[in-house]
């Protein structure tokens, strides 16, 4: 059900002001609300930063680590796919060093994969907090991408340090990076709307989704080149967004090739569409969620 934030005003004793009250009201349509959503959610931008602050504090908090973790974890991933990949099935399909595949493509997976599952079990964690102010319930699940996005950028350098020690150039087409991170954060933060406001109703969904992200991470070329897929399965393969972004973002980096605009137009056209009913539904369901949890 979509909600609506009225300002209201409580009668209190003679002696004290008026004060407002934020009542949330099931009043608007599906899609109609989103940009009133939007510049709502725009004016809590302090709130949404303290929160993904706080999140990055409490990931490493009382680690002996800390910060490195963001780098270890993608380094450890990489090294197992390189010896089972590369080692054990001699699999090497691409010019540059099958580290450097790897990792390239490690990376916005990895970025995918902690955003999805740390958002889908963020909401029930702050029952108490939304029970007793109001904000917009967004901000929690995309508090979580914006951390998982904070790791990424961390890896990323790891990545062009990478790069420039095994002696390869960094290509100016490098930066067609930026708006394929952005479309896929774009598609990641509305699957991590839609997911954590099913997670309310629904538990099961953050005990079965690691496992899902295991099996879907190998229908996105990650580990092998997108060449690999047999030519039967192509069509359907390349349906999906992320397996287009991933192979654009391992091309632009390591490979200097600008991604296929037609592709990228694709891509954003999903995400933004995705978004927008994501979002809207999110929206429907927020008056319900601290009732249900």
């Not at 908090?61 to 990949?85: D, E, I, K, N, T």
């Not at 493509?105 to 955003?115: D, R, V, Y």
């Not at 839609?194 to 005990?207: E, F, G, P, T």
């Amino acid at each position: 059900m979509n909600s609506i934030v009225k300002e209201s005003y409580v009668h209190t004793s003679p002696g004290e002001r008026h004060r407002p009250r934020k009542v949330i009201r099931p009043v608007r349509p599906l899609f109609g609300s989103v940009p009133g959503d939007l510049r709502l959610l725009a004016g809590y931008f302090g709130l949404f930063r303290a929160m993904t602050m706080t999140r990055l504090k409490l990931r490493y908090r009382q680690s002996l680590l800390g910060w490195l973790w963001a780098v270890l974890q993608p380094l450890a991933l990489m090294l197992v796919y390189v010896a089972v990949f590369s080692r054990v099935a001699g699999y090497n399909a691409s010019p540059s060093p099958y580290s450097l595949f790897v990792m390239a493509g490690l990376l916005p997976w990895s970025f995918c994969s902690t955003a999805t599952t740390t958002a889908a079990a963020g909401m029930l964690s702050h029952r108490t907090l939304m029970a007793k102010v109001y904000f917009p319930r967004e901000i929690v699940p995309l508090s979580y991408v914006a951390a998982a996005l904070f790791d990424f950028l961390i890896a990323f350098v790891l990545l062009l340090a990478m790069i420039l020690f095994c002696g390869l150039p960094l290509s100016p087409q490098a930066i067609f990076a930026i708006p394929i991170m952005v479309i896929v954060t774009v598609i990641i933060a509305a699957l991590c709307l839609l997911l954590s406001a099913i997670q309310v109703r629904i538990r099961d969904i953050n005990v079965g989704l690691p496992l899902v992200l295991q099996i879907l991470m190998f229908t996105t070329p990650v580990v092998y080149p997108g060449t690999a897929v047999p030519e039967e399965f192509r069509a359907v393969y390349w349906a999906n967004p992320l397996a287009i972004l991933v192979e654009d973002f391992r091309l632009a980096v390591l490979d200097g090739a600008a991604p296929n605009a037609d592709g990228l137009l694709y891509c954003a056209l999903v995400g933004g569409v995705f978004f927008l009913l994501a979002y809207s539904v999110f929206k429907r369901l927020e008056a319900k969620i601290v009732d249900e949890m």
